[in-house]
């Protein structure tokens, strides 16, 4: 073994890592087990090689077969000579550059989203063209290293990792700024967690003192031995809370030339962050997700009854939710608003007093005779028809919004002009002609108006299933009315859309993976 830091009182084991706090699963020999490398990560890692691309996964070195497996992201230093080739390989690759939202965002460093078809595994590239380092709340000191880091790469058996030496000049640098100063202490961050112990441990085994020395002494002589020696002493777990304030106060002043706020607007930002965070988390139930920087989409799946969409967008939602900006819409049972809750109740009123009875819009389009003669019964079947257009076109704009702003909206169902029994206008096709009046005529129109502003989303995707089959599948409604309505998509012809149709009758497993693959290859 190496000797272990500047000086004999500095050993990996001053550092323990409690057994019990080791969650990791155990193979029946003892080992860990391991996960295979994802392919997309290999492709990656090649492609990196082959065009000589500046790297290396500069963080978290002693977890890599995690970044391999997709586990961990992966914390790529990339050359800022090497963006442009760099970013040309992603692109290669179809990964999408994703954006944080404006307080968690920090320059010099970029998201990438790749999607391993094979492992079904999202893969989350964090790339840094800046050492930006400090408390999660906001990252506020930059190490201007970056050359002589990448300089001291060598070739794992994957990825480029750095020299020990200086993985661990910057792993400490980042403990103290994360758990070491009083405003960190005072909200209980004031200690390093088992995975930071353990990756301290294992950088202290691998470190040379003699090159350490040098580092500092040549890229950091603002810093210098004698206070870095004094910030490992403050990292062990015994260290006094005096002795672990300090230590934080003087390597915030040899670092303030570094500091991209200065220190009352930064204590002042991690205060109010970890307030309203927390706020947001825990109250609203709300984690800030990332949006993608070309631009956001609206996804429909359109379909019958029984063919499978509500399945379908809960297995899109649960593969984009848990990176991504993403909302569920159901057009054909939109939320309704506040006016639509006021007419329901007065019409629903009127029912419970007797004064007509309920109609459904099934019972006269597919009615053998249907009476079409307007009553009350009807106008109040008109009216909630008119309300619906109106509450779909306010959420439609909703989700228009969202997706502008680079998020994702699911849609189940959605108005099609095509289809003109489905979630589209259907006043005029539930009165005759010759039974209109001015109000009936005025209705048509105004619900006509609503659904003039829908235009084509961004990604169609029809999902196609034999009426029968339907029917079968869907036994909980009048198979008269499944088997009209699958009847519409089952005839149409689609390739005068810009629809992707996909046979619903496979398995959902084969649906659902069809699905992500084309939404990721389109986005």
Same mark, same amino acid.
């Given at each position: +073994?190496?000797? *272990?830091?500047?000086?004999?009182?500095?050993?990996?084991?001053?550092?323990?890592?409690?057994?019990?706090?080791?969650?990791?699963?155990?193979?029946?020999?003892?080992?860990? #087990?391991?996960?295979?490398?994802?392919?997309?990560?290999?492709?990656?890692?090649?492609?990196? *090689?082959?065009?000589?691309?500046?790297?290396?996964?500069?963080?978290?070195?002693? !977890?890599?077969?995690? *970044?391999?497996?997709?586990?961990?992201?992966?914390?790529?230093?990339?050359?800022? /000579?090497?963006?442009?080739?760099?970013?040309?390989?992603?692109? @290669?690759?179809?990964?999408?550059?994703?954006?944080?939202?404006?307080?968690?965002? =920090? #320059?010099?460093?970029?998201?990438?989203?790749?999607?391993?078809?094979? !492992?079904?595994?999202?893969?989350?590239?964090?790339?840094?063209?800046?050492?930006?380092?400090?408390?999660?709340?906001?990252?506020?000191?930059?190490?201007?290293?970056?050359? #002589?880091?990448?300089?001291?790469?060598?070739?794992?058996?994957?990825?480029? =990792?750095?020299?020990?030496?200086?993985?661990?000049?910057?792993?400490? $640098?980042?403990?103290?700024?994360?758990?070491?100063?009083?405003?960190? $202490?005072?909200?209980?961050?004031?200690?390093?967690?088992?995975?930071?112990?353990?990756?301290?441990?294992?950088?202290?085994? @691998?470190?040379?003192?003699?090159?350490?020395?040098?580092?500092?002494?040549?890229?950091?002589?603002?810093?210098?031995?004698?206070?870095?020696?004094?910030?490992?002493?403050?990292?062990? &777990?015994?260290?006094?809370?005096?002795?672990?304030? *300090?230590?934080?106060?003087?390597?915030?002043? !040899?670092?303030?030339?570094?500091?991209?706020?200065?220190?009352?607007?930064?204590?002042?930002? %991690?205060?109010?962050?970890?307030?309203?965070?927390?706020?947001?988390?825990?109250?609203?139930?709300?984690?800030?997700?990332?949006?993608?920087?070309?631009?956001?989409?609206?996804?429909?799946?359109?379909?019958?009854?029984? /063919?499978?969409?509500?399945?379908?967008?809960?297995?899109?939602?649960?593969?984009?939710?848990?990176?991504?900006?993403?909302?569920?819409?159901? +057009?054909?049972?939109? +939320?309704?608003?506040?006016?639509?809750?006021?007419?329901?109740?007065?019409?629903?009123?009127?029912?419970?007093?007797?004064?007509? &009875?309920?109609?459904?819009?099934?019972?006269?389009?597919?009615?053998?005779?249907?009476?079409?003669?307007?009553?009350?019964?009807?106008?109040?079947?008109?009216?909630?028809?008119?309300?619906?257009?109106?509450?779909?076109?306010?959420?439609?704009?909703?989700?228009?919004?969202?997706?502008?702003?680079?998020?994702?909206?699911?849609?189940?169902?959605?108005?099609?002009?095509?289809?003109?029994?489905?979630?589209?206008?259907?006043?005029?096709?539930?009165?005759? &002609?010759?039974?209109?009046?001015?109000?009936?005529?005025? +209705?048509?129109?105004?619900?006509?108006?609503?659904?003039?502003?829908?235009?084509?989303?961004?990604?169609?995707?029809?999902?196609?299933?034999? #009426?029968?089959?339907?029917?079968?599948?869907?036994?909980?409604?009048?198979?008269?009315? =499944?088997? /009209? @309505?699958?009847?519409?998509?089952?005839?149409?012809?689609?390739?005068?859309?810009?629809?992707?149709?996909?046979?619903?009758?496979?398995?959902?497993?084969?649906?659902?993976?069809?699905? %992500?693959?084309?939404?990721?290859?389109?986005?």
């Amino acid at each position: +073994m190496k000797q *272990s830091l500047l000086s004999p009182t500095f050993h990996e084991n001053d550092y323990p890592a409690e057994e019990t706090d080791n969650l990791d699963v155990l193979l029946p020999g003892g080992g860990i #087990p391991e996960k295979p490398t994802l392919n997309l990560i290999r492709e990656l890692c090649r492609a990196l *090689s082959e065009e000589r691309i500046a790297y290396c996964h500069w963080k978290s070195n002693n !977890a890599l077969d995690r *970044s391999a497996s997709g586990d961990n992201d992966l914390d790529l230093l990339v050359s800022r /000579a090497d963006a442009q080739g760099f970013g040309r390989i992603l692109n @290669r690759l179809d990964f999408k550059q994703a954006v944080a939202p404006i307080d968690r965002s =920090v #320059p010099g460093i970029l998201d990438y989203y790749g999607y391993d078809k094979l !492992a079904d595994r999202m893969v989350h590239v964090h790339v840094h063209y800046q050492l930006i380092v400090g408390h999660d709340m906001n990252k506020n000191y930059h190490l201007p290293i970056e050359t #002589p880091y990448l300089d001291s790469v060598v070739q794992d058996d994957l990825f480029r =990792v750095p020299a020990p030496e200086f993985e661990l000049i910057v792993f400490v $640098i980042r403990m103290v700024l994360k758990h070491l100063t009083w405003e960190t $202490i005072l909200i209980r961050n004031g200690k390093l967690s088992f995975e930071e112990r353990q990756e301290l441990s294992y950088l202290l085994a @691998r470190s040379d003192l003699n090159q350490v020395n040098r580092i500092l002494q040549k890229h950091l002589p603002y810093l210098g031995t004698d206070l870095f020696e004094r910030c490992l002493q403050a990292l062990k &777990p015994n260290a006094s809370l005096w002795t672990r304030i *300090s230590v934080g106060r003087e390597l915030l002043k !040899a670092l303030k030339a570094q500091a991209r706020r200065d220190r009352l607007q930064d204590i002042w930002l %991690k205060l109010w962050r970890r307030v309203t965070w927390g706020i947001q988390r825990r109250v609203y139930k709300r984690v800030s997700k990332r949006r993608l920087a070309n631009g956001g989409a609206t996804i429909v799946i359109a379909g019958g009854d029984g /063919a499978g969409k509500s399945t379908a967008i809960d297995g899109l939602y649960d593969w984009l939710s848990n990176d991504f900006e993403v909302s569920k819409l159901h +057009m054909g049972k939109p +939320m309704w608003s506040w006016t639509t809750k006021i007419v329901r109740a007065i019409l629903g009123l009127g029912r419970m007093l007797g004064f007509y &009875p309920f109609v459904s819009e099934s019972s006269v389009l597919y009615a053998s005779k249907p009476d079409t003669r307007l009553g009350l019964a009807y106008y109040s079947l008109l009216i909630r028809q008119l309300c619906r257009s109106r509450d779909r076109l306010l959420a439609y704009v909703r989700a228009r919004r969202l997706a502008m702003n680079g998020g994702i909206v699911l849609c189940d169902r959605f108005p099609l002009s095509q289809i003109n029994l489905m979630d589209g206008p259907i006043i005029r096709q539930l009165v005759d &002609p010759k039974d209109t009046n001015w109000l009936v005529d005025y +209705m048509i129109r105004l619900e006509e108006k609503n659904y003039q502003s829908f235009v084509w989303p961004e990604l169609l995707i029809v999902l196609k299933l034999d #009426p029968q089959v339907a029917v079968q599948r869907k036994t909980d409604e009048d198979g008269d009315y =499944v088997r /009209a @309505r699958s009847q519409l998509i089952w005839s149409f012809d689609w390739q005068q859309t810009p629809a992707y149709v996909i046979d619903a009758s496979l398995r959902r497993e084969d649906v659902l993976a069809t699905l %992500k693959s084309h939404i990721w290859s389109m986005l």
